[in-house]
């Protein structure tokens, strides 16, 4: 085999077997324009729809359990956002309209609330909706402790701007 075919060989399979441990390194603008061209039909009305603060019942701390030595700990990755059902919404659109609003925002195209749930200026949050019994729920997360504080207080404090509820 020619050197430079081992070589580009060696280089992908450490690639593949290192990415794990070396994490994804994609800045937010690359998270960006990779969700940009799955937007064209999705609007910022829907979005605001979907994640008024009057829709939404309750935030919670979203955990996830990471190995700790011989047992398992939780550690928070950010907030879950329980909504109030949405009639004729899936929640691969609430998802789809969920990343596209981040997207947007990341990119400079819209200006996100200052306690915006679903974006954290110079970081790419992960946004999965959910069914969740008789509505909805959408869990935004990030792998670092510090940041999840930062996702899950934003997201307490958008909730809190909506009128007292019955």
């Not at 290192?18 to 009305?45: F, Q, Y």
């Not at 979005?47 to 700990?73: F, H, K, M």
């Not at 400079?108 to 915006?116: C, K, P, S, Y």
């Not at 935004?140 to 007292?164: E, F, G, S």
């Amino acid at each position: 085999m020619k050197p430079y075919l081992l070589l580009c060989l060696a280089a992908t399979a450490c690639g593949t077997l290192l990415s794990p441990l070396i994490g994804d390194r994609r800045t937010p603008d690359d998270h960006a324009n990779e969700v940009m061209p799955k937007c064209r039909n999705v609007s910022e009305e829907l979005t605001a729809q979907l994640l008024a603060p009057t829709a939404i019942e309750r935030v919670e701390p979203e955990t996830t359990v990471v190995p700790s030595g011989n047992d398992r700990r939780a550690n928070l990755a950010g907030a879950h956002i329980s909504l109030r059902p949405t009639q004729g919404q899936s929640i691969e659109v609430m998802t789809r309209a969920f990343e596209c609003h981040q997207a947007r925002a990341t990119l400079g195209q819209i200006e996100a609330h200052a306690d915006d749930p679903l974006v954290l200026p110079g970081h790419w949050l992960d946004i999965d909706a959910r069914s969740d019994g008789d509505g909805f729920s959408v869990r935004v997360t990030i792998d670092n402790i510090d940041y999840a504080k930062l996702v899950l207080a934003r997201a307490q404090r958008y909730a809190a701007i909506a009128p007292h509820r019955i």
